[in-house]
């Protein structure tokens, strides 16, 4: 085989792959959203009418219409920008100094440390967010504690509500963001912190000035691997959430597998994709940065 | 940098790795408790772990999730493999930008979509083209290929941006074909990338509820999908016992892998 040719094939095959499996099942589901809901199976109408003689394309934006005007929508697309955002500035402020005790730890422990914030990822998702079910219901660990302890006098209402999304959702993705700051800070220049001291810094201001603004790649990088797919979690608001913590994520799997509204479906897969599409370009930006 | 933890950071380095690790510990030690109850004790006992022996529907799942991670991890291997190389070493050719993109997206695109549109393309191939006939299997595992194909590619992709390339250059320098230099030196010196790409793509597989729950059949109930419907109808100290079971293979693999890049590294 010629260099030439074994180039290509080394290439051919994974484009050809990802173009199969990855984009054009995007472009399906942009077509099946503009469809009607039909009885039957598949559960959607053919776009192209060709019955009578000539073709006609069949487009409808009733899913669409029910998207923009129905409440149950526009709410759950709201709080999945309000949990998933809210989740990612606690994963920041808890992931940030984990991130920076490990850089500062002295060299022997860091990468135990590093392996220890990794270990967790490697064991099952479902069954991590199974554990704080068991901590987090009404006889559950957390109130048994605190009532044994004289604290509280009722149980707390803990599972089933916001409260818990969130802690489920930190919990989930605080790996993801110590990641990229843990690379960001190692790289960090100690002799810019010693110039901050000689010119007259206090530590915190040297933080301020110099750690912090250095770090801005990194936090950017763990915000949008927390903050994307958290968006359109499924699992955490449905195990942990209650009746007022629908996000779009469960109502995509609820239109499919529950009312099998396909272009229902289709159609909250494409809205929720617009709104990814910009943070998504950043964080291709910023994984090539870093490679490149 | 000066080696010194002020007491703030010792404090959120202990809050974080208790926040990280509290509730795995609660799990354990809740899968021995002699109760159904999982959270009141009473006594050690082993029965769960007796009566998960005897669950022939998380059996056969397990089995059905280890055939598709084992299927989808060593597709997801070579394609991944193939792709990182090309984004790393072919610096320009036509669709470069479309090819990254692809490549990265599955990272971070929400299960619900991926899954719901690959369900979607799979019907719509099997409408037009009758194959593939039903969903299982072989969906799930398509599926898990396109998901690992992105974890292997970056993995690769940045073990070769920090490998020094004047080996392969000597290889090329003294004659050498240029699949024997991949064969001989490239290949064995990408060789940890490639085991944590594989790992990492059995685990992702192992461990998908969404997209399988999407792109599965009648005859292919994984083991997630056993789990989750579990969960739902309560809470069961099965599931510890299941649980502990994962952490106790996640730490055996885990040190041996330890074990065995440090007999690497004497050996030099």
């Known amino acids: ?292 | 940098m000066t080696h010194r933890l002020s007491p703030f950071l010792w404090v959120m380095l202990a809050v974080g790795y208790a926040f990280l690790y509290g509730p795995i510990a609660s799990l354990v030690v809740y899968s021995f408790n002699a109760s159904r109850l999982v959270t009141v004790w009473a006594g050690f006992s082993t029965h769960w772990y007796v009566e998960l022996m005897h669950n022939e529907a998380i059996q056969q799942a397990a089995l059905i999730s280890l055939e598709i991670a084992v299927t989808a991890a060593s597709g997801a291997l070579l394609l991944g493999t193939m792709a990182g190389y090309a984004l790393q070493r072919y610096r320009r050719f036509r669709g470069r930008a479309l090819f990254g993109t692809l490549v990265t997206a599955p990272l971070v695109m929400p299960e619900v979509i991926t899954g719901l549109s690959l369900l979607l393309l799979f019907v719509a191939l099997e409408q037009t083209l009758g194959w593939p006939r039903g969903r299982g299997i072989l969906t799930i595992a398509a599926a898990h290929i396109t998901l690992g194909t992105a974890y292997v590619a970056v993995v690769v992709e940045a073990r070769l941006a920090a490998f020094d390339r004047s080996l392969e250059e000597a290889a090329l320098d003294l004659g050498a074909r240029p699949f024997k230099v991949f064969l001989v030196i490239t290949l064995p010196l990408i060789a940890p990338a490639l085991a944590a790409g594989w790992l990492l793509a059995f685990t992702l597989s192992l461990d998908d509820l969404v997209i399988a729950s999407f792109t599965s059949g009648p005859s292919s109930t994984t083991l997630p999908m056993v789990i989750f419907s579990s969960i739902r109808l309560g809470v069961s100290p099965q599931i510890n016992a299941l649980a502990t079971l994962f952490l106790v293979a996640v730490a055996v693999l885990v040190t041996g892998a330890g074990r065995l890049m440090r007999a690497r590294e004497s050996e030099r």
């Open chain 1, 1 to 292: 085989m010629s260099a030439a040719l074994r180039r290509r094939a080394v290439l051919a095959l994974p484009y050809a792959w990802l173009v199969l499996f990855f984009l054009v099942p995007f472009l399906i589901s942009l077509k099946i959203s503009v469809a009607e809901s039909v009885i039957g199976i598949p559960p959607y109408s053919a776009l192209i009418d060709a019955s009578g003689g000539s073709w006609r394309l069949d487009l409808s934006g009733e899913s669409y219409h029910r998207l923009v005007t129905d409440d149950l929508y526009v709410v759950a697309y709201l709080n999945a920008i309000k949990f998933a955002g809210i989740s990612t500035v606690f994963c920041l402020l808890l992931g940030y100094p984990l991130a920076y005790g490990i850089v500062r730890a002295p060299r022997r422990f860091r990468s135990l440390l590093l392996l220890l914030v990794i270990l967790p990822f490697w064991t099952s998702f479902l069954i991590r967010v199974y554990a704080w079910i068991g901590l987090l219901k009404e006889n559950g660990l957390i109130n048994n504690a605190l009532l044994t302890l004289g604290v509280i006098h009722q149980p707390l209402l803990l599972l089933n509500n916001a409260f818990a999304v969130y802690v489920g959702i930190v919990y989930s993705y605080l790996p993801f963001m110590v990641l990229p700051l843990y690379a960001q800070l190692e790289k960090l220049d100690p002799a810019l912190l010693e110039a901050a001291a000689d010119l007259g810094c206090r530590p915190w201001q040297a933080f301020l000035r110099v750690t912090l603004p250095l770090s801005m790649p990194g936090i950017a990088a763990g915000a949008l691997l927390v903050f994307i797919p958290a968006v359109g979690e499924f699992v955490i608001p449905s195990l942990l959430g209650g009746p007022d913590t629908l996000m779009i994520g469960k109502v995509l799997w609820d239109e499919f597998f529950a009312n099998h509204d396909w272009p229902m479906a289709s159609a909250v897969a494409v809205a929720m994709l617009v709104l990814l599409l910009l943070p998504m370009g950043f964080i291709r930006r910023l994984l090539q940065g870093e490679t490149a």
